[in-house]
DNA sequence: ATCCATACTTACTCCGATGTATGTACTTAC
DNA sequence: GTAAGTACATACATCGGAGTAAGTATGGAT
């Protein structure tokens, strides 16, 4: 069979595709399937965190790498970052409802991994 | 509350645990949410194609991550490869049913991404 | 004789992801 | 006065993911 004109880039990219390599929708996915991506999304599943108590949570990443992340997926709009003028600082951070629905599907992911561990090749 | 007993690191990798950073379901994880692992996974779902389509079908890769990412999917045991020895040389990739079922999982991901994009904020 | 197609491998390179270390501003505790 | 906790930012170094180019072996087509 053809290609139906509606695979044309140019339209695939309008609709979101991530075979499409330019479609924004690669920036979305990269974002959430990285390492630490991956990670805060789930470890976000349990309620509202604090940067540290995320830190503890997700055990070992830089904070670099936390604050990174955290602004990415602010970015996409997954998760919304609420801070308080006192001193010491106060900043929590709570998944979105879209950012819910991502993390179900990651941790749907990851949650197979997990179990079927023993079923995959020894590395 | 204490953290359980269960919860010790040794406890959590012989489960599976994506949270334990040296765990093996770490690398598992790695590899199929990783830029290529995630569109051959979703490309291979339609059937079984030899390395040249799979090429053309998902756009952009080069011939050596191609090669490289069907390799480490293949030690994971989530997809298999036929080699047939004619010239020119006739390989075949194909998932395993363990690669199926992930695949079914990182394309509800993307999936979901494609569709949500145009709520997600622009970058 | 040369080119093409196939399925890779290998060497070289580049850049982004990630880690480490340090700084900041303020307060409480010792 | 000095250390610790909090939530970062910034500079520097490193490491691996990823691209490019070329090579390999073979047979058929031109």
Redesign the interface.
Known sequence: MDVPASNRLADRMQ???????RC??R????H??S?WG??IL??LRGGTLRFSELRR????VSERMLAQTLQQLE????LVRRSYPVVPPHVEYSLTP?GE??AV??E???D????????????
């Open positions: 609709r979101g595709d991530v075979f499409a390599p924004p929708s920036e979305v996915l990269k959430v399937t390492t991956v990670l789930i470890g949570k997700v055990a070992g970015g996409d709009g997954l879209l629905e991502a599907r990651v749907a992911l990851t197979w991994i997990e179990d079927r561990l023993p079923s995959l090749v020894k590395t």
